[in-house]
């Protein structure tokens, strides 16, 4: 089964997908949406496209723990997809993946434009290897 990694942004959203085995999370790409509604639409298509049976929904919390503003968005965008989803959505901790992904990009001199066009992609990626490392 595929599953369809998410990192969701206040303007860009990141996408990445798991192979058929779900062993390994790929990035697809950066959807530039801020509308949650129609966001919504183009998740449920990407996991439509990519044959995906789970989306898994980065989920920022506060370092504490606590669940912010940001956090709310995400539980209100993830309740739009389970009503819409025929698969499942799960939520996986996301705090410090922007920094892990900040951190491979100064690993590959990713730098200027380049760097802000594969950020969310990138985090994506690492949510959803997480994810899947976590299931092994």
């Known amino acids: 089964m595929k599953y369809l990694g998410v990192d969701y942004g206040d ?11 779900g062993f390994l999370a790929t990035p697809i790409e950066t959807v530039t949406e ?17 044959g995906a049976g789970v989306i898994v929904l980065g989920f920022p919390r506060n370092m ?29 901790d996301e705090r410090c993946t922007t920094i892990s ?7 590959t001199n990713t730098r200027g434009k380049k760097r802000k066009a594969v950020i969310d992609t990138l985090s994506a990626t690492i949510i959803l290897q997480d994810y899947l490392d976590g299931l092994k």
């Open 11 to 21: 303007v860009r959203t990141g996408l990445a997908v798991s192979d058929a085995l």
């Open 34 to 50: 801020p509308d949650a509604e129609k966001l919504k639409d183009l998740i449920l298509a990407a996991a439509k496209k990519q």
């Open 64 to 92: 504490n723990g606590t669940v912010g503003e940001r956090g709310e968005r995400t539980l209100a965008l993830k309740q739009a997809l389970e009503a819409e989803f025929e698969g499942e959505v799960v939520l996986r």
């Open 101 to 107: 992904a900040h951190r491979v990009l100064n690993e």
